[in-house]
């Protein structure tokens, strides 16, 4: 079975542009997480999306959203790109149900300059 | 909300040795603690995980305990080797509301393992 795919895996932006960035879940998983990772704050959550509707969301700026599609692939958009916003950016799948595991993509770096 | 911490930042060890990661947690609802190993380039791989109903867990050379009444659980990783080398992350889910994704994870641990 495929894993968690991320698109592109790198990218390198200008201030002030905004990314979309693509994941398509295992086949079966239909709970998608995205998560941020930096060097100084390591890993944060930012959402999750189940059914196509956003369940739970992090701390961040509403420059951060996303949205997920009928056949549970999610894209995550941010807008009005900054510096800060350079990083590894992961999602990741599991079955619906609490408790269940939750599998990573190989993730997007995003890089703002 | 929920916090997560992670001890120690980095961790070397001798190829054979044993090494131990301990994470504490903040929010006792937490029910779900799950180990995420990630190397370079790489995304975090789920390496084990365990139930607030169960004390203890073992997969071939890794091991997790959980103390519930202590709000701490640990990784034992037994006869390390080389490729052992990587970060690990610890995490916890919170078990109310409407979400089944949301984990708060670690600040993450460096293991080298020496040859």
């Known amino acids: 079975k495929a894993g968690v795919t991320q698109t592109p895996r790198y990218l390198i932006k200008t201030r002030g542009q905004q990314v979309t960035l693509s994941c398509s879940p295992i086949?079966?998983?239909?709970?998608v997480s995205w998560y941020q990772q930096t060097p100084g704050q390591g890993l944060q959550f930012l959402f999750e999306?189940?059914?196509?509707?956003?369940?739970n969301k992090g701390n961040f700026p509403g420059r951060f959203s996303g949205r997920q599609f009928s056949n549970s692939r999610s894209e995550m958009n941010v807008s009005t790109l900054e510096l800060g916003d350079s990083a590894l950016y992961l999602c990741?799948?599991?079955?619906?149900?609490?408790?269940?595991?939750?599998?990573f993509g190989p993730g997007t770096r995003l890089t703002v300059t | 909300g929920e916090n997560v911490e992670q001890h120690p930042s980095t961790l070397s060890v001798q190829e054979g040795d044993s090494a131990v990661i301990k994470c504490t947690y903040s929010?006792?609802?937490?029910?779900?603690f799950p180990w995420y190993k990630q190397e370079l380039g790489k995304g975090p791989q789920l390496i084990i995980d365990i139930r607030s109903n169960v004390g203890e867990k073992k997969d071939q050379r890794i091991a997790v305990t959980l103390n519930k009444t202590a709000k701490h659980f640990s990784l034992h990783i037994t006869e390390t080797q080389p490729e052992d080398s990587a970060v690990y992350f610890c995490a916890a889910r919170f078990a109310g509301g409407t979400s089944y994704g949301k984990l708060t994870f670690g600040q993450g641990t460096i293991l080298t393992v020496h040859p």
């Open positions: 929010d006792s609802a937490s029910n779900y």
């Open positions: 990741a799948s599991s079955l619906v149900g609490r408790g269940r595991e939750q599998y």
């Open positions: 999306y189940f059914s196509e509707t956003q369940r």
């Open positions: 086949s079966g998983h239909r709970s």
